[in-house]
DNA sequence: ATCTCTATTTATGTATACACAAAGGCATGG
DNA sequence: CCATGCCTTTGTGTATACATAAATAGAGAT
């Protein structure tokens, strides 16, 4: 594997996960130092950070990982809802239903999930996440694909800024449920509104809750 | 101006137009000695190109200027139908009437610049591409404006594929000044609409005409 | 005391040298 | 004549040295 690769790697999950919050300095030298790389890796990672927008150029010198502020969550969301909407649309057209009734079944029980044994409700993102991979491959668009896979870098970093709560994590659950089931049926009117609907009760939790 | 800037604006520039065909081998060295610069630079800009989609690491070594092909155009098209939608929807809401009054009377009136004195249609691309910067600005959201960015690129690739067809252009230029009329009427279900009629129109024009 | 100009320091931008891996050619054996 | 293995060659991956620009600290003047 590639040094710049790593480098890459180790730097996408420490800010996915917080370790480096918004704001830090990525200064060359000591990354290369801290990762034990030199700084020509460093560099190729900081630009693939920077294209990702998970650091961005600093004022004159140097780049710092991005800001997140909740002054353009809104914004966020209207991208995350047209990508969504039209990629649940596209997959209740294309889809097989068994796959979605299937995970349809362990959303509308995944209440059972968010429970005090796992506090970072693992179980229950992943079980998400699942339902995002599923409509991914039913829709089979490789651009699509690809700016989901963008905005989502950006989505589970904001996550974290929400408290967490168990009870508006179950009526996700059971959204995430609707569009499953609206997918499986082939219904793609049904399946966007679901998301909209879904999208538009996150984006307000978040707003309410956020520190 | 830093010379890895300089030499990704010229790459961008040569693949967009064409110079530099799907396919052609982006080699680091040849290329640093082209563009007179190391390598190093010549990397930064490959990088860069890499992220946009414009180039793509070949099977084991190199990298080349990425392909181009008619297969997945739908898949381009369906993307852009959700961006651009939804931004026309939201221009609608937002934007200033004025502005695209105006918008609306030029493009009325573009039949005229698509004479045989211009044959690579500039003044019809500038008044499209002034079309998109007021949807831009009227919309106001970095994220989708980003995402309609990255997309544009590959769009402007896409454009030399089609035969030149006065009359489809003219066409286009209707169903532009439609969804102008739109939004300056503050209608977004008539703007996402006329979107995806000019939508359907142009891609199943590009699949007809094309090579 | 504050402002400004300068000098120093530090970090980035670029060039280059070296290491290594993959592709291609050549020779040898079947 | 074809296949296989080795060798050469070429180009990428990484490290590092050097150049340069920006930030900082300090000294001097107002």
């Known amino acids: 594997m590639r040094a710049s690769d790593r480098a890459y790697a180790t730097l ?28 020509t890796p460093i560099r190729e990672a900081l630009a693939k950070l920077t294209a990702e927008g998970l650091a961005e150029p600093q004022s004159g010198r140097g780049m710092v990982v991005s800001k997140i502020s909740l002054d353009h969550l809104d914004e966020l969301f ?14 209740a057209k294309r889809g097989e239903p068994e ?3 299937a995970l349809h079944r362990q959303l509308a029980n995944a209440g059972e999930l968010i429970t005090e044994e796992d506090p970072t409700r693992a179980d229950y993102y992943q079980l998400a996440a699942d339902l995002d991979v599923a409509v991914d491959a039913a829709v089979a668009n490789h651009y699509l694909a690809q ?7 950006h989505l589970v970093r904001v996550r974290r800024l929400g408290k967490d709560n ?10 995430h449920a609707a569009i499953a089931l609206a997918i ?11 998301t909209t609907v879904h999208l538009d009760n996150s984006l307000r939790h978040l707003l309410s809750t956020a520190a």
């Open 12 to 39: 996408h999950s420490d800010i996915i996960n917080w370790r480096l919050t918004p704001g830090t300095v990525l200064g060359e030298v000591e990354l290369s130092e801290r990762l034990g790389v030199s700084r």
């Open 78 to 91: 209207e991208l995350r809802s047209a990508l969504e909407c039209r990629a649940a649309e596209l997959a």
């Open 99 to 101: 796959i979605f009734s």
């Open 147 to 153: 700016a989901l896979k963008n905005l989502r870098v």
């Open 166 to 175: 168990p009870a508006r994590l179950r009526d996700a659950a059971r959204e």
């Open 184 to 194: 499986s049926n082939g219904n793609p009117a049904v399946a966007s509104a679901a």
